[in-house]
T-cell receptor, first 111, second 114 residues
Framework: GESVGLHLPTLSVQEGDNSIINCAYSNSASDYFIWYKQESGKGPQFIIDIRSNMDKRQGQRVTVLLNKTVKHLSLQIAATQPGDSAVYFCAEKGTASKLTFGTGTRLQVTL | DGGITQSPKYLFRKEGQNVTLSCEQNLNHDAMYWYRQDPGQGLRLIYYSQIVNDFQKGDIAEGYSVSREKKESFPLTVTSAQKNPTAFYLC?????????????FGPGTRLTVT
């Protein structure tokens, strides 16, 4: 079946440094991926998405990279700020409009 | 002010009681979803609906029921058959048919059953 997982459960980064959050997926037929940010006690918020016909997509301070050869997805956050502290989830599109979520990586920003 | 709302934010129930969680959206989205989140874990799909009067089971539907009588509303009932109902419940909605699969999430309901 489909599965989405993350390499690191917790990532600690100093304020101002760049963060890289990784995600592995298993369904080579997946054609759409999405990153969400979830702050404690709140619902997930959309960060950025990417389709399988792209290798890279940039947003404001964030970049998503997709390597289909090794089925790997990463989220890069530039100049990490304390407000970036949260749990980050990757998800892949499954059948219909469903998304399959990974277990999440907690990003801790230290001052 | 468009969005998706869930109520209440916190809910406490005694074991053996059914409880219904509310989810309303005014985004005019066709699809709606219910997820369960346990501490330190990802989101698991309970039920989803792509159109009014139709819904499908997700990965963990046992002990839950839903209805979709209106486009704006997708209530979730946690029945007494759900063995471990204490969790954080998230509702989401999305557009269908545009090629965008972004789901918009509500603020969640934390259910505690004792």
């Amino acid at each position: 079946g489909e599965s989405v997982g993350l390499h690191l459960p917790t990532l600690s980064v100093q304020e101002g440094d760049n963060s890289i959050i990784n995600c592995a997926y298993s369904n080579s037929a997946s054609d759409y991926f999405i990153w969400y940010k979830q702050e404690s006690g709140k619902g997930p918020q959309f960060i950025i998405d990417i389709r399988s016909n792209m290798d890279k997509r940039q947003g404001q301070r964030v970049t998503v990279l997709l390597n289909k050869t090794v089925k790997h997805l990463s989220l890069q956050i530039a100049a990490t700020q304390p407000g970036d502290s949260a749990v980050y989830f990757c998800a892949e599109k499954g059948t219909a409009s469903k998304l399959t979520f990974g277990t999440g990586t907690r990003l801790q920003v230290t001052l | 002010d468009g969005g998706i709302t869930q109520s209440p934010k916190y809910l406490f129930r005694k074991e053996g009681q059914n409880v219904t969680l509310s989810c309303e959206q005014n985004l005019n989205h066709d699809a709606m979803y219910w997820y369960r989140q346990d501490p330190g874990q990802g989101l698991r799909l309970i039920y989803y609906s792509q159109i009014v009067n139709d819904f499908q089971k997700g990965d963990i539907a046992e002990g839950y029921s839903v209805s979709r009588e209106k486009k704006e509303s997708f209530p979730l009932t946690v029945t007494s058959a759900q063995k471990n109902p204490t969790a954080f419940y998230l509702c989401a909605s999305s557009i269908v048919g545009t090629g965008s699969y972004e789901q918009y999430f509500g603020p969640g309901t934390r259910l505690t059953v004792t």
